[in-house]
């Protein structure tokens, strides 16, 4: 099973600061959300989704994809859990495909370690947004 690594600092800007990746563009997930891999939040992207609304411009894009669901507790547990787009000040304005979803694995016994997976395809210009649970 091949897993992408989400490593962008940009990805834990929850507060509209409208920091952008390297090449300095808007960050777009759609080629990830397309191949539907499995991904994780890592290194300066933090350790997991978002269980917070991020504001308009943040996590490298026009908006952020964040959840509020329960995490799977078991390690190796798959929860299906609904996922949502923030934009303008509202925490649901874009709501995912195919009953707004992605899948989530519990990967250890470590905190935030998750894996994901998108069912269906999404919109430009949005990413996922990640946050440390270590300190967010």
């Given at each position: 099973?091949?897993?992408?690594?989400?490593?962008?600092?940009?990805?834990?800007?929850?507060?509209?600061?409208?920091?952008?990746?390297?090449?300095?563009?808007?960050?777009?997930?759609?080629?990830?959300?397309?191949?539907?891999?499995?991904?994780?939040?890592?290194?300066?992207?933090?350790?997991?989704?978002?269980?917070?609304?991020?504001?308009?411009?943040?996590?490298?894009?026009?908006?952020?994809?964040?959840?509020n669901a329960p995490m799977p507790t078991v390690v190796g547990e798959i929860h299906q859990v609904a996922i949502y787009g923030s934009w303008n000040g509202d925490c649901s304005w874009y709501t995912w495909p195919q009953t707004n979803s992605m899948l989530v694995q519990k990967c250890s016994e470590r905190p935030g370690d998750y894996i994901y997976k998108v069912l269906g395809t999404g919109s430009c210009y949005w990413t996922f947004c990640g946050m440390n649970v270590d300190f967010d």
């Open positions: 099973m091949e897993t992408v690594n989400l490593t962008g600092s940009w990805r834990r800007d929850l507060d509209g600061s409208n920091l952008l990746p390297a090449n300095g563009f808007y960050a777009c997930d759609r080629e990830l959300q397309k191949a539907q891999h499995w991904f994780r939040f890592t290194g300066s992207a933090g350790s997991q989704m978002s269980n917070r609304c991020p504001v308009k411009y943040s996590c490298g894009s026009h908006g952020g994809f964040w959840t």
